[in-house]
């Protein structure tokens, strides 16, 4: 990444140097200074409210986020959103704490929070989409010659991933990789219209047959890993950085909390702009009012 996309910590304190530059950001980024009636917001001092110059209206930008009841400071909560947003490989609660200096409790909730925001959406992936399976976690490793292969599948966390060619990505953990389970993947997260692209494997045929899907395989067994262009690189790209940043970072992660660490891994790889818009995102992702 060139050094004009990064932006770090130094960034973050000359641009928000204190709680009223961030709720003046927080401000812009949901209401526009100008009201209705022709006057414009201004903040009002000492107080954490905008009044119109006109007709007095005051709007509290903080109210309904997750900020509002929040007794953190904004400027810690801005300093967690850019450790996040920079963090490709996931942060710990633990390593939260100690970039924050705040206590484990605290840290975890920010982290819980901010997480509990980054679900994937609904959106259907066109075009062309790789998709494969993953293992994660578990103990050993599988591997053709293994003599526990199965008990050591058994303990693994199923996921399904699927990337559109210089699009999104969707990751979901599954309870299993049967016909079925790709099935409902499909139908769930793929446009009829999609060409798929995937491994050999026939665990394919009929859950794509039953879609209607145009689709090619490639064959992994014979080394044929790039034929034409119908690889799954992005997705097993995808499958080696979520298993690295699982071991290095989190040690262990349950079953029941992987798809919240997924949908974070994913948002990551939604987002590979330059520093500055992904913290941007982020925010804009926070902000919006919670029903
Ligand atoms: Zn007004």
Redesign the pocket.
Request: aromatic share 16%; net charge positive; hydrophobic share 10%.
């Given at each position: 990444m060139a050094k004009k996309d990064r932006y770090g910590l130094i960034d973050l304190h000359k641009e928000f140097p204190n709680d009223d530059a961030c709720l003046e950001h927080v401000f812009d980024t949901l209401h526009s200074r100008q009201?209705?009636?022709?006057?414009t917001?201004h903040k009002v001092s000492g107080r954490k409210k905008f009044q119109?110059?006109?007709?007095?209206?005051q709007i509290a930008p903080m109210a309904g986020t997750i900020f509002e009841k929040s007794s953190t400071p904004l400027t810690l909560w801005f300093h967690a959103v850019l450790f996040f947003s920079n963090a490709k490989s996931g942060i710990s609660s633990k390593q939260m704490q100690r970039e924050l200096n705040v206590t484990y409790k605290c840290a975890y909730r920010i982290l819980k929070q901010i997480r509990e925001a980054l679900k994937q959406d609904n959106d259907k992936l066109s075009g062309d989409v790789e998709m494969d399976e993953g293992f994660i976690g578990g103990r050993g490793n599988g591997g053709t010659y293994n003599k526990n292969y199965s008990e050591v599948m058994k303990d693994k966390a199923k996921v399904i991933a699927a990337v559109e060619r210089g699009g999104k990505m969707k990751a979901q953990h599954v309870p299993d990789v049967s016909s079925m389970s790709i099935w409902q993947f499909l139908e769930d997260h793929i446009a009829q219209n999609a060409h798929l692209l995937t491994d050999s494997s026939n665990r394919y045929d009929l859950a794509v047959q039953a879609h209607g899907m145009k689709r090619t395989a490639v064959n992994h067994s014979k080394k044929q890993f790039v034929k034409g262009d119908a690889h799954v690189n992005s997705v097993e790209w995808f499958w080696s950085h979520v298993k690295k940043s699982l071991k290095g970072t989190f040690k262990s992660v349950s079953k029941e909390q992987l798809q919240s660490y997924l949908d974070v891994f994913v948002w990551h790889y939604n987002n590979r702009r330059n520093d500055r818009q992904r913290f941007e995102a982020l925010l804009g992702i926070l902000l919006p009012v919670k029903g």
């Open positions: 009201c209705s009636c022709g006057g917001y119109c110059s006109k007709c007095r209206f």
